[in-house]
């Protein structure tokens, strides 16, 4: 893991988490209380984001995260990325997610 890089297990209770994750993967399934900010739409929503909390950045594997990591980082910011994102949050770690349809949450 980079230095910015937490483990799920690793996020406290209560901090800000960012999903950069695309409308559809968001509506699957999600963390409970996250920031929905899809990875383009990152540079014209900062306003959305709080700047006095560390945030932890998960997309579905780690990717994406990383890459909004190190601009958040670069603009003010204290992210972290979270290492595995959605798949180790609930497939590897069995963490709880909701969905915003009807359907049962998955990680897509």
């Not at 406290?12 to 994750?21: L, S, T």
């Not at 945030?55 to 003010?76: E, F, K, M, P, Q």
């Amino acid at each position: 893991m980079d230095e910015d890089a937490v483990s799920v297990n690793e996020i406290p209770d209560g901090a800000a988490i960012v999903d950069v994750r695309e409308d559809d993967e968001w509506e699957a399934g999600h963390i409970d209380g996250a920031i929905h900010v899809p990875l383009g739409d990152l540079p014209t929503r900062l306003d959305d984001l709080p700047l006095d909390d560390d945030l932890y950045v998960i997309c579905r594997t780690g990717g994406r995260s990383n890459r909004a990591v190190a601009w958040l980082n670069t603009n003010g910011f204290d992210a972290f990325n979270v290492a595995g994102g959605m798949g180790s949050w609930h497939l590897d770690n069995g963490k709880p997610i909701v969905s915003e349809t009807r359907e049962e949450p998955w990680v897509k």
